[in-house]
């Protein structure tokens, strides 16, 4: 039904950037928001950021300031621009799109990894 394709993962050293795509795909699925979720080794799953269709966005408190998530809605995709990379960002990042009636999907993840 829908699809959800990552990319732009890797390897970064602490300060840098990276930015992360997901392109959603899939038909008569209209979604309403977008978020990022990232998981490190013996962590929960915690949300990141999220975009709503009309642009409304929310972050973790750990990320404000550095990281930027924006969508293209005609493309159904989001976008996250990490800035000022810390160890602590270290995780398997998530793109997430949800749905009417409570529907949500996942991308398969996608590995950041901040180390000198």
């Known amino acids: 039904q829908v699809q959800l394709v990552e990319s732009g993962g890797g390897l970064v050293q602490p300060g840098g950037s990276l930015r992360l795509s997901c392109a959603a795909s899939?038909?008569?699925?209209?979604?309403?928001?977008m978020g990022w979720y990232r998981q490190a080794p013996g962590k929960e799953r915690d949300l990141v950021a999220s975009?709503?269709?009309?642009?409304?966005?929310n972050y973790a408190d750990a990320v404000k300031g550095r990281f930027i998530i924006s969508s293209n809605n005609a493309k159904n995709t989001v976008y996250l621009q990490m800035n000022s990379l810390k160890p602590e960002d270290t995780a398997v990042y998530y793109c997430?799109?949800?749905?009417?009636?409570?529907?949500?999907?996942w991308g398969q993840g996608t590995q950041v990894t901040v180390s000198s």
């Open positions: 997430n799109a949800e749905g009417w009636a409570n529907r949500d999907w």
């Open positions: 899939g038909s008569g699925v209209s979604i309403l928001a």
């Open positions: 975009i709503t269709k009309r642009g409304t966005t």
